[in-house]
């Protein structure tokens, strides 16, 4: 993926701070900058949202089960069909929006005129944006003449478009888009393979209801992702609540295994004296290792199962890089997160073809995506709690300049393998672990709790040990050894 363009700060913005500027000055400005409504929030609303504030557990990353099904419903009511376990909740529609355009990679089509940070965003995301007019009253939908144009001539001339974003009804011309601007628009995209996100963020303000806005998802379900929140018609701006519906296809339903959990050994520097690889030599690849799919994870409060009758455990703080494969099957890097990679290490070293035996431990993931490149360093503590009392505690340092081998060599000679680019497929890659408490004689007990503190990061999270008894075989015993005599069957001959 190209590297990021600098971003000036966004117009709107910009605007508002001057307009806060003016009225600590005394003056009266009326603001036409932010999409803010500015009204109260609704009484029966906000005792809603005082009754959750105590519900302060991690939740499922894609949203509990209830919001997911609520909001199927809100769109279930306005006309579009849609399936919970297609929708994905986020900190507000921008950031959703942000990430779609990570996760399906290549340049972005928008409309001209348009909000500012779509534009924006594509170049954060280190993609370039193709301006593409609107139709006169046709506000946030491309001209579907006039995109497929600017496609064919993008794509002759070497770049990747691979969405389109609309906005329906549109901001900034206050206008929606006909019935017959949008089918146009989805079969323009549907042949020219484009995904659509299309931006419904305003879809309940349309003054005139005799003509409503019709989503794209009505005409290409299969390549359309729509975007909305709270922000605009309950006026909740600072609740940040964003919600996503992705496209009803075989992409859009990947199932939680669609992800692979895999990682790299011996790449500390303390297991190479304190060395790192000699520049300009031919590459050695490290050590790989496979921990499991995408639902195998666990995240921080949850319990880490292990076989009952380890050897002996370690806990393993990890940076985790996240790559997310396109259609192609081309990786793309999304940023990173932290983990913690416990293994049953005693196995691995009483013989180390055992090693995919000592990996067959859960890991922790936190649910954070820092963007940005891989962190150079990293420095935290461990802490082991045993019965409430602290008998474990130690630093750890596990960012790039602690490691012997170079990050992009060793991500580079991952991806080389057919296996990790399968196309949707997204990689949790773990970059190796400093020494822990085994190496200071320690041993992980069953009910111990391993709190990791990211102390350069500001990210902290635990996790219980549980030993996990083996459920009884359900392999039937072997069928017992046949009679000399009745070991060749009898031949009947057939005509």
């Known amino acids: 993926m190209p590297e990021p363009a600098p971003i000036p700060m966004s117009a709107t913005l910009a605007a508002d701070e001057a307009l806060a500027r003016r009225r600590r000055a005394g003056e009266r400005v009326l603001s036409m900058a932010a999409g803010e409504i500015g009204l109260p929030v609704l009484p029966v609303l906000r005792e809603r949202l005082a009754a959750a504030a105590a519900e302060n557990a991690y939740g499922p990353v894609a949203g509990s089960p209830a919001l997911r099904t609520a909001v199927a419903g809100y769109w279930e009511r306005r006309g579009l069909a849609v399936d919970p376990g297609l929708v994905v909740a986020g900190p507000g529609s921008k950031s959703l929006l942000f990430a779609l355009l990570l996760a399906i990679g290549g340049d972005v089509v928008v409309p001209v005129p348009s909000w500012v940070s779509y534009a924006a965003q ?3 995301a280190g993609a370039r944006p193709i301006p593409v007019p609107i139709r006169p009253g ?7 003449d006039r995109l497929r144009e600017a496609v064919v001539a993008a794509r002759a001339a070497g770049q990747d478009p691979r969405v389109v974003v609309v906005t329906v009804p549109d901001n900034p011309t206050g206008t929606v888009a006909s ?10 995209a549907r042949e020219l393979d484009l995904v659509i996100v299309s931006d419904e963020i305003y879809g309940d303000l349309v003054y005139d209801t005799s ?16 975007t909305t929140g709270l922000t605009k018609n309950l006026a909740l701006g600072g609740w940040r609540t964003g919600v996503a519906r992705l496209p009803d296809s075989e992409p859009g339903r ?3 295994g669609n992800a692979l959990l895999s990682g790299f050994m011996g790449t500390h520097k303390k297991k190479w004296g304190g060395e790192t690889a000699p520049e300009g030599g031919e590459f050695t690849p490290p050590k790989w290792f496979f921990k499991g799919f995408g639902d195998w994870v666990r995240l921080p409060g949850e319990a880490l199962n292990v076989p009952a009758r380890p050897v002996a455990l370690i806990e393993e703080p990890e940076v985790a890089l996240v790559y997310v494969n396109d259609a192609d099957g081309t990786p793309h890097y999304a940023g990173y997160t932290f983990g913690n990679d416990l293994c049953d290490i ?3 070293r009483q013989d180390p073809g055992y090693n995919p035996y000592c990996k067959l431990c859960d890991t922790a993931l936190t649910p954070w995506l820092f963007l940005g490149p891989p962190p150079r360093t990293v420095t935290g503590r461990v802490t082991i709690v045993r019965d409430g009392a602290t008998v474990w505690e130690g630093t750890f340092d596990c960012g790039d300049d602690a490691l012997y081998y170079r990050v992009q060599d060793m991500a580079d000679h991952l991806f080389t393998f057919p296996a990790v680019r399968r196309p949707g497929l997204v990689n949790y890659v773990l970059l190796g672990a400093d020494e822990a408490s085994f190496h200071d004689g320690f041993r992980i007990a069953d009910g111990d709790r391993v709190a990791i503190d990211v102390k350069s990061h500001g990210v902290a999270f635990e996790n219980q040990v549980r030993y996990v008894s083996p459920a009884p075989s359900a392999t039937p015993a072997a069928a017992p050894a046949p009679a000399a005599a009745a070991a060749a069957p009898e031949r009947v001959a057939t005509v």
Do not use: C, K, N, Y
């Open 346 to 348: 005693g196995l691995h």
């Open 138 to 144: 046709q506000g946030g939908v491309p001209d579907p």
């Open 122 to 124: 594509a170049r954060l």
């Open 211 to 226: 003509e409503p806005a019709v989503s794209p998802a009505l005409h290409a379900p299969e390549r359309t992702v729509v």
């Open 179 to 188: 019935a017959g601007t949008v089918r146009r628009l989805a079969d323009t």
């Open 254 to 256: 990947a199932p939680a």
